[in-house]
T-cell receptor, first 114, second 111 residues
């Protein structure tokens, strides 16, 4: 059984640029949630994808967008990067959309915006 | 809205027992989860309580009291590797599967 994987592990961008982060869900999981975690804080929910459709969104602006593919892998896109977007971005997969209380996280992508 | 409160930091000695508390406010309740996160790592699912009582998984146990909107994580026979941040989390509400995390409790285990 393959766990949740994310790429890249680290990324450095400058203000105004765009970034795409990728996530492969755990085998058999059809739901992916994305989180932003600032240093010393708990993860903040960005959005969730279930069977290729967005299924809930947190308090993040529209420049944060995502996709889920037929194999349930997912992408997080952030446009017009700001300094405050520097954070650890985590994706988590769960067996179903209602299973978020027992989800499994990937190792994260650490994004630094200069 | 939903909110969770947990202590910011707890220190304990190797071999001891430590309890990390979490109180929550939610519009609906679907369970309380606990996650462990080592510095630089990803959160790891530890435990989940949907009903009142104690759930035991090895050295870790989690307790829930829905009437008190309260839960705790109990770590026994502490080891140095247990030094990490611990987060409690609840689901947002009826029509949402959004997970709300507490701000985390940093556990430092001393020799």
């Amino acid at each position: 059984e393959t766990g949740v994987t994310q790429s890249p592990t680290h990324l450095i961008k400058t203000r105004g640029q765009q970034v795409t982060l990728r996530c492969s869900s755990q085998s058999g999981h059809n739901t992916v949630s994305w989180y932003q975690q600032a240093l010393g804080q708990g993860p903040q929910f960005i959005f969730q994808y279930y069977r290729e459709e967005e299924n809930g969104r947190g308090n993040f602006p529209p420049r944060f967008s995502g996709l889920q593919f037929p194999n349930y892998s997912s992408e997080l896109n952030v446009n017009a990067l700001e300094l405050d977007d520097s954070a650890l971005y985590l994706c988590a997969s769960s067996l179903t959309k209602s299973g978020t209380l027992t989800q499994y996280f990937g190792p994260g992508t650490r994004l630094l915006v200069l | 809205g939903q909110s969770l409160e947990q202590p910011s930091e707890v220190t304990a000695v190797e071999g001891a027992i430590v309890q990390i508390n979490c109180t929550y406010q939610t519009s609906g309740f679907y369970g309380l989860s606990w996650y462990q996160q080592h510095d630089g790592g990803a959160p790891t699912f530890l435990s989940y309580n949907a009903l009142d009582g104690l759930e035991e998984t090895g050295r870790f146990s989690s307790f829930l009291s829905r009437s008190d909107s309260y839960g705790y994580l109990l770590l026994q026979e502490l080891q140095m590797k247990d030094s990490a941040s611990y987060f409690c989390a609840v689901r947002e509400g009826d029509s949402s599967y959004k997970l709300i995390f507490g701000s985390g409790t940093r556990l430092l285990v001393r020799p």
